[in-house]
């Protein structure tokens, strides 16, 4: 029995890291506040909040895998969103029927969509072809959206989202079931299938790992690279297209602090940016940790939320520090590396 | 010789750098009528590179021994909320405002200890290690200590000082111009970065490092050591920075830099900055900041509004590195 | 004091309980050059690394100058004259030539600050020391492989140094430019200067060695003047074994050339290349660093795109425009550098054997079939013997024979016509050289076509039916059957 837990901790350090670290968390906002930890309302919240940064970071998730980064999904996200709810804002009326405002609803999302679609495009083409290092690449990408965003609204937040989309987001289904939890839920289970038991994410992980390699056997890696800055960048218009619901109007700003958030969710799963490398689950508990994180210090109200900065903060410097002494997969692996196409 | 000369002048980015800088501003001073160069635009555009360019230089001396600092604009905020609210509650206001140039100068050292402690000894992705430490500072600032914005209270030692100028012009349509004491920093920084990084051995251990960590060791540098007090000097001159920024802007804002590294590091690698280390120089630094500043600031004088700052300033990054990867595509073939 | 610089006797080292090195004695004279040869993996880095003291020994004596030496650190070595040119030769390529020339004294000297006159004095004095002229200020990085060696040796010879150590110098060089290199080691050791020439090429051991010492596993098994030795004795002391004369014989070659190349080029790379490969035979591409066998290889597998000339399959004329496309034509290709082009280090064997056959091994919707790709896996393992038990292991957690059997496999589980092998059995050890060379013997007797492409002549002696050899793009011979010799191919080389 201890033999085989020993040796699936070899195997799975950060699920089990990742596990004792919520045990820990738990069990420190249950002694210090029980009752508020254990009610519906906390847990509530905390269902509600981390679905907008969480199926980001599903996202990001897959450039991570193929040893690239992704910096402009906030601020293309923003820019798709503002598309979307201008058109939604111009088109919707008050006299007009459910049926068809639902209508409009469904044009303005495949509007974010598709601008995600074109922007995972513009990202996948640079880095591909071009051959420009990701991080430069989206760095510049993001001020390009940023400054559209901002030119396209001056600055203001646009507002005019229907009533019903805003419901959306506050919606409980079956009473219990809110609508971003969903939504989180459905890309989560379809990201579980498209990296364990498609052809897709098997090439995604050894393009990641050893991209020239790759090339040698007949992947065909640039469309690789792109696929995935694609659906990185559509899976983050659609994160957005919820902010907007709960926010109920999209700024060229909105989120930017998900940014470095979606990195550090990822680097503490162990998805790091070199590539090939980190398990799914591992990135759900650690946004689950984090967001209890942010809960659990929303509870103490003489703590304002920037504590959960502080520990999120700290608790990655120990875990890249502990991650050097594990042995085998450690510490080589977190170089920077340079790769030559 | 000379003919090798001039070729080898032609390779190097900051020359053609310079010469975009250039015809920018030929093309600008044109399209609006002789504006870009009154003596009074000239003024105020130097005057707004002053922290950006001093930023730059910071970004650019981490940059050249290959590593990547997210933290720096976290430091310098830390660096200087603290100084300034430590300088409110003591009730320092006039004489003693230098004391808190030199609070912010050490807490940024101790700041960037940290930094250098976890780089030099575990040898991590410095990316992601300064992604963390920005957290942590973030957090530390704004929910350990709870440091609030100070504006009307900041200590008149610090307004003064902000508010000094050097000379004064005036433009043909009577706009006048102060040129802000803070300019003659940011000129020392830049002669400082230049001179560290050319006429010493830690500025050569640096572009050493960046070029090839391994071969720097086996030459006999001490790269832990040398990575080490490259960060702690980081952190204090951010810190100064930081100080310098507070008596410009005649406030102190816990939050204001926050995301200042994503529009700072894209222009110190348009200035031939290499992502991957030992690549670099101070003056082709200043003119892709230079760049920056003059697109950011003369939109208005060519009629476009200034809400399209960023997205030039997206563009213009976005040309320079796909210049510089092509040019880098070609070289290996 | 004695005629030796340098005396080692029964040195030993171990690694967390591994001997790396057991009872090693070698003696290097002043003014001569001492060749240090063996196999990968035979601890010949380890040796260096404890004469520059990186390492230190467990056992045995070091004497140097007819002085013991108890331990000593990189820098003491320095000091007493020891300098050592690693293969990647330790430059800067972002900085100048001067820079990378006088940079190591600065520092030894404990500057602070840069002086450019004095490194510019420090760099030329450096040069002058051979009598080599180079731009000082032209940036490292865009020397070629033989300017940057230069550069190493006449940075380390600034040193005052009594013994250099030369790990595999002539690695990235071109046939000339070794020639240069040799010419330049002479004048260092007619100078004094030891030198320690680490190697596995005969000829150039016996080219240029007056000593030499051979290594295996670990152990010396040979110490002494290289005129004492023949280069049968040499190959027997190195691999351990006689060479075995088991020559490659083509048994049922088709009529009809499965592939033809006519008149195919590459810009700078290769001219005018036109060859013929039948199913059932092995040919072999040979040459030198440089003379365009890799470029033909990556043109036959899409990687390069020739703008002359054609290739045709089957009797069919085929445009290859990417390794997909090879594929789809059923050509596979085993890459040069088996770390960064054939594996995927930290990634599963089974992974790793499967990654081109992704398609047979799932469904029409792209769904894996994770028994069949262990499965597939498994029986690789046993059809090529790869030293592992379990197939989700690491590929990194091989040795190098047994890494180069997963990249063989990954392409043998694709229905194949024609396999190109470049450098099949470089850095791998004796055991399995064999295995992989039966193995291809029984894949092309089964009517596979097959091109290795090697600069190991006797490699390629054993294994093909027919040789092309090329030099600087051109092809320049052919020969078949019993005309295949290592020295009927030398002699077109040259």
Not at chain 1, 149 to 168: H, M, N
Not at chain 1, 187 to 203: A, E, H, N, Q, V
Not at chain 2, 188 to 209: E, K, P
């Amino acid at each position: 029995m201890q033999a085989k837990f020993k040796e699936y901790s070899n195997k799975n350090r950060y699920s089990v890291m990742l596990f004792g670290l919520m045990i820990l968390l738990l069990m420190f906002f249950s002694v210090t506040k029980g009752e508020t930890l254990w009610s519906l309302g906390t847990w509530n919240g905390i269902f509600i909040q981390f679905p907008e940064y969480g199926i980001m970071t599903l996202g990001v998730m897959f450039c991570f895998i193929i040893g690239n980064i992704d910096m402009s999904f906030v601020a293309l996200g923003d820019f798709a969103c503002i598309m979307a709810v201008r058109y939604m804002a111009g088109h919707v009326t008050e006299d007009m029927a459910t049926g068809q405002v639902v209508g409009v609803i469904l044009i303005a999302l495949l509007i974010a969509i598709a601008i995600g679609v074109i922007g995972g495009i513009i990202n996948g083409v640079l880095v591909a072809y071009l051959n420009i290092p990701p991080v430069m690449a989206t760095i510049a990408m993001q001020l390009v959206w940023l400054g559209l965003s901002t030119a396209l609204t001056k600055g203001y937040a646009v507002t005019g989202v229907p009533a019903l989309y805003t419901e959306i987001g506050h919606t409980m289904l079956f009473g219990f079931l809110p609508v971003p939890l969903l939504i989180f839920l459905i890309i989560f289970l379809f990201s579980l299938f498209l990296l364990k038991f498609t052809t897709y994410g098997k090439r995604l992980y050894m393009t990641g790992t050893n991209l020239k390699a790759a090339k040698f056997s007949a992947i065909n890696t640039k469309a690789m690279i792109i696929s995935t800055f694609i659906l990185c960048d559509v899976i983050a218009c659609i994160g957005c297209m919820i902010m907007v619901s709960t926010m109920n109007s999209a700024k060229a700003d909105y989120g930017t602090s998900y940014v470095m958030r979606v990195i550090l969710i990822l680097v503490l799963a162990g998805v790091l940016p070199d590539g090939g490398m980190g398990k799914i689950f591992n990135v759900l508990l650690s946004i689950v940790a984090i967001q209890i994180i942010a809960s659990g210090v929303n509870m103490f109200s003489q703590l304002n939320s920037y504590y959960a900065s502080l520990i999120w903060g700290g608790l990655l410097i120990i875990v890249l520090i502990l991650s050097t002494k594990m042995n085998g997969t450690g510490i080589k692996l977190f170089k920077l590396k340079k790769q030559k196409m | 010789m000379n003919n090798a000369m001039i070729k080898r002048t032609t390779k190097r980015t900051e020359y053609w750098i310079f010469l975009v800088l250039i015809i920018m501003c030929v093309a600008i001073q044109i399209a609006s009528g002789g504006q870009l160069l009154e003596s009074s635009t000239v003024v105020t555009i130097l005057r707004s590179m002053v922290v950006d360019g001093m930023f730059a230089m910071v970004c650019l001396i981490v940059m050249v021994s290959g590593g990547f600092d997210l933290s720096f604009p976290a430091v310098a905020a830390l660096a200087y909320s603290l100084s300034t609210t430590i300088c409110v509650n003591m009730g320092w206001s006039e004489t003693n405002a230098w004391a808190g140039f030199i609070m912010a100068i050490v807490i940024g050292a101790v700041l960037g200890m940290l930094n250098g402690w976890i780089i030099s000894n575990f040898k991590l992705n410095t990316m992601i290690v300064t992604l963390a430490t920005q957290t942590l500072f973030i957090g530390i600032s704004m929910g350990l200590l709870e440091l609030k914005e100070i504006t009307s209270k900041l200590p008149l030692g610090f307004r003064t000082f902000g508010e000094s100028y050097l000379f004064e012009v005036k433009s043909s349509a009577g706009l006048r111009s102060t040129m802000t004491t803070m300019f003659i920093p940011f000129v020392i920084i830049c002669i400082i970065t230049s001179l560290v990084l050319n006429r010493t051995m830690f500025g050569r251990a640096l572009y050493a490092i960046g070029g090839n960590e391994t071969s720097a060791e086996r030459a006999g540098y001490n790269v832990k050591r040398v990575k080490f007090w490259l960060y702690v000097a980081v952190g204090a001159t951010c810190g100064f920075i930081g100080m310098v920024r507070v008596c410009m802007a005649r406030q102190s804002i816990p939050k204001a830099l926050v995301g200042q590294e994503m529009t700072i590091i894209p222009a110190v690698i348009l200035g031939g900055a290499s992502i991957f280390g030992g690549e670099g120089t101070v003056f082709g630094t200043i003119c892709a900041v230079g760049i920056i500043t003059v697109v950011s600031n003369s939109m208005l004088l060519i009629g476009i509004d200034s809400y399209w700052q960023d997205f030039f300033n997206g563009i213009v990054i976005l040309v320079g590195v796909t210049v510089s990867a092509i040019q880098a595509k070609r070289r290996n073939k | 004091m004695s005629e030796y610089l340098l005396e080692m006797t029964e040195i030993c080292k171990s690694f967390a309980g591994v001997p790396a090195l057991e009872h090693v004695n070698f003696k290097v004279r002043s003014g001569k050059v001492m060749c240090l040869a063996g196999e990968n993996g035979c601890g010949k880095s380890t040796l260096v690394k404890i004469i520059s003291g990186v390492y230190s020994k467990d056992e045995g004596e070091v004497v140097f100058e007819g002085k013991p030496i108890a331990k000593i650190t990189p820098a003491e070595a320095t000091k007493l004259g020891i300098q050592v040119i690693y293969q990647d030769l330790s430059i800067f390529p972002n900085l100048t030539v001067m820079e990378n020339l006088a940079i190591n004294s600065e520092i030894t000297a404990g500057k602070k600050l840069v002086n450019r006159r004095q490194w510019e004095a420090t760099a030329k004095e450096a040069l002058s020391k051979i009598g080599y002229h180079i731009d000082l200020h032209a940036k490292m990085g865009e020397l070629s492989v033989a300017d940057k060696q230069l550069v190493a040796i006449c940075r380390a010879l600034l040193f005052d140094a009594k013994l250099i150590i030369m790990d595999e110098p002539t690695t990235a060089l071109t046939k000339k430019e070794v020639d240069a290199l040799f010419k330049t080691v002479c004048q260092l050791r007619d100078s004094g200067i030891a030198i320690m020439f680490i190697s596995h090429k005969t000829e150039e051991i016996f080219e240029i060695s007056d000593d030499v010492c051979i290594m295996r596993n670990g152990k010396n098994v040979y110490a002494g003047p290289t005129s004492e030795l023949t280069p049968k004795d040499f190959t027997y002391y190195m691999t351990g074994r006689e060479l075995t004369d088991d020559h490659f014989v083509a048994k049922n070659i088709s009529k009809e050339p499965v592939l033809k190349v006519e008149h195919l080029s590459l810009k700078n790379k290769f001219e005018d290349v036109s060859f013929e490969l039948r199913k059932g035979e092995i040919l072999g591409i040979t040459g030198l660093l440089g003379s365009g066998r890799t470029e033909l290889a990556l043109s036959l597998f899409g990687l390069e795109r020739p703008k002359k000339g054609t290739i045709t399959l089957n009797g069919k004329q085929v445009k290859i425009t990417s390794p997909i496309m090879a594929q789809k034509l059923k050509i596979g290709y085993v890459p040069e550098d088996r770390l960064t082009e054939g594996l995927c280090l930290q990634q599963s064997i089974a992974d790793n054997i499967t990654l081109s056959s992704l398609k047979r091994l799932s469904n029409s919707f792209g769904l894996l079939k994770h028994q069949d790709i262990i499965d597939d896996a498994s029986i690789w393992k046993e059809k090529f013997s790869i030293a592992t038990n379990d197939v989700n292991k690491f590929a990194s957690t091989l040795s190098g024979g047994n890494q180069q059997k997963i990249v063989l496999s990954k392409w043998l589980s694709n229905d194949l016509d024609v396999l190109i092998l470049n450098g099949p059995t470089v850095g791998v050890d004796v055991g399995a050289k064999q295995d992989i060379h039966a193995l291809v013997h029984q894949l092309a007797n089964d009517g596979l076509a097959v091109i290795i492409i090697s600069d190991d002549l006797s490699e390629v002696v054993i294994n093909c039916s027919r040789v092309v050899v090329m030099k600087e793009g051109k092809i320049v011979g052919e020969m078949t059957g019993d005309k295949i010799s290592e020295d009927n191919i030398l002699e077109i080389i040259r």
